[in-house]
C-alpha cells in the first residue's frame, strides 16, 4: 500500500501550517520541509507519494529532478501569482498540478488522480 504522507514545502510558514491542518483529514501524515535539502530527506524517509511544493521555494528544475528521482511521487506545484509560463513549465517538469496554495480541492484531485495513474502504470 502506497505511503499516506504528504511533504509540504511553501516558502511562507503561515501557509505552510495552514496547508498541514488542512491535509491531516486526507493524509496519515503531513510533513514541512523549510529547505530543498530536508525536502529531499522527508521525502525518502517517509516514503512520500505527494509532495505540494512551493515554486517560491523550490524551482522548476528541483521540480525536474524530484520526478526523476522520486517515481511515484505524485507532484503539486503552488504559487500565489501563478502565470501561464509558470504553469506550463511546472507540468513540463513533472508536477501534475498548478494551483493556489490554499486552492485544497485541487491539491486533493492532483492527488487522487496521481495515485490512480500510478496504480494504472504499475499493472
Given at each position: 500500500m502506497p505511503s499516506r504522507t504528504v511533504v509540504i514545502a511553501q516558502n511562507d510558514p503561515i501557509i505552510a501550517l495552514g496547508l498541514a491542518?488542512?491535509?491531516?483529514?486526507?493524509?496519515?501524515?503531513?510533513?514541512?520541509?523549510?529547505?530543498?535539502?530536508?525536502?529531499?530527506?522527508?521525502?525518502?524517509?517517509?516514503?512520500?507519494?505527494?509532495?505540494?511544493?512551493?515554486?517560491?521555494?523550490?524551482?522548476?528544475?528541483?521540480?525536474?529532478r524530484l520526478a526523476r528521482s522520486f517515481g511515484d511521487l505524485t507532484i503539486v506545484c503552488t504559487h500565489r501569482s501563478p502565470d501561464e509560463q509558470m504553469w506550463m513549465a511546472a507540468l513540463n517538469a513533472g508536477a501534475v498540478?498548478?494551483?493556489?496554495?490554499?486552492?485544497?480541492?485541487?491539491?486533493?484531485?492532483?492527488?487522487?488522480?496521481?495515485?490512480?495513474?500510478?496504480?494504472?502504470?504499475a499493472a
Amino acid at each position: 500500500m502506497p505511503s499516506r504522507t504528504v511533504v509540504i514545502a511553501q516558502n511562507d510558514p503561515i501557509i505552510a501550517l495552514g496547508l498541514a491542518n488542512d491535509l491531516h483529514a486526507y493524509f496519515a501524515r503531513v510533513t514541512v520541509a523549510d529547505s530543498v535539502v530536508e525536502l529531499h530527506t522527508l521525502l525518502a524517509r517517509h516514503e512520500a507519494r505527494v509532495a505540494v511544493l512551493d515554486l517560491e521555494l523550490v524551482n522548476v528544475d528541483e521540480v525536474n529532478r524530484l520526478a526523476r528521482s522520486f517515481g511515484d511521487l505524485t507532484i503539486v506545484c503552488t504559487h500565489r501569482s501563478p502565470d501561464e509560463q509558470m504553469w506550463m513549465a511546472a507540468l513540463n517538469a513533472g508536477a501534475v498540478e498548478f494551483c493556489h496554495p490554499q486552492d485544497i480541492r485541487s491539491i486533493l484531485n492532483a492527488w487522487r488522480n496521481g495515485f490512480r495513474h500510478h496504480l494504472a502504470a504499475a499493472a
